[in-house]
């Protein structure tokens, strides 16, 4: 490291909550790391960290020095990489639970305008904690708030829709009647969406009409616009996916209840490295 221990000892601690899990970070015992604390308080003047019960948080002080130098402290990191391996960082880890494909693409084209790696990946609430932080270069994009150490919230889209891909025929024959369309076929739908509490309301909601929902899991949107044409079913779907003339005898209907709304929330590498700076600019504008 370029940095002093001191300073990798402060930004270990702010990134961990405590000491202890500093220290297993950085291969070292707790007292070392503690005297580094200690002794980067002193050649400050200030004190950076309240000492807590169940960890460490910072002070108002030591909030400021965090913010001031978390990108230079990872920019370093990366150069330091750079001399020691030969080795330039120029990828980003993008993780989603399910849909939001237009957002996706909007990542590939920047990857390529950019000349930047990207990696997209799909993760489920049960395995949200084993995602890796890659030093700093990975997105997640979740369908609910998630609290994390490692991630911190950039971005937030609200009042998005989901809503159903099905024949034009289907419609017709329960006149345009969405509660008689959506309880009287099969629902595709992708597995994570159907885990949340939004579709699961949903189908209670006809259920308790006398109608049991038969729902059939698909993650392929590609096989399940084929699936619909020939099959009375509907795609559950956050987006309207129609994009060619072949696909003509199909129809998207966006369902509006206030209780089908979601948000889409993009968390960041709670500090990022230096190729995710390409990336703000874009997260900022989507909606």
């Avoid at 997640?140 to 159903?164: A, R, T, V």
């Avoid at 729902?215 to 616009?225: A, G």
Wanted: charged fraction near 25%; hydrophobic fraction near 35%; charge should be positive.
């Amino acid at each position: 490291m370029f940095f002093s221990r001191k300073l990798e000892a402060f930004m270990a601690v702010v990134e961990n909550g405590s000491l202890s899990k500093a220290a297993r970070v950085m291969n070292r015992t707790t007292p070392p790391v503690a005297k580094s604390i200690k002794d980067f308080e002193a050649v400050l003047g200030k004190r950076l960290f309240k000492r807590e019960k169940f960890g460490m948080s910072l002070t108002q002080e030591g909030l400021e020095l965090y913010n001031d130098l978390k990108s230079l402290y990872l920019q370093e990191k990366e150069i330091t990489k750079k001399h020691i391996s030969g080795i330039i960082n120029n990828s980003i880890h993008v993780y989603y639970d399910w849909g939001k494909s237009q957002y996706l693409t909007q990542f590939y084209q920047a990857a390529n305008k950019n000349y930047s790696h990207i990696n997209i990946m799909r993760f489920s609430r049960e395995n949200f904690e084993e995602i890796p932080d890659y030093d700093g270069n990975t997105l997640i994009l979740s369908s609910d708030k998630i609290i994390s150490e490692k991630f911190s919230l950039l971005h937030k889209i609200e009042n998005k829709h989901l809503g159903i891909c099905c024949q034009k025929t289907l419609v017709n024959n329960v006149n345009n009647n969405i509660d008689r369309l959506l309880s009287e076929n099969i629902w595709l739908c992708d597995p994570a969406l159907y885990k949340t509490a939004k579709i699961k309301k949903l189908e209670s909601e006809i259920g308790n009409r006398g109608k049991a929902v038969c729902v059939r899991i698909m993650d392929d949107l590609n096989c399940c616009l084929r699936f619909i044409q020939t099959h009375h079913s509907l795609l559950l779907t956050d987006e309207n996916p129609l994009k060619s003339e072949y696909e003509a005898d199909l129809c998207f209907i966006p369902l509006t209840q206030p209780e089908i709304q979601y948000s889409c929330y993009i968390y960041k590498s709670k500090y990022h490295s230096s190729v995710l700076n390409r990336f703000l600019d874009l997260i900022d504008k989507m909606e």
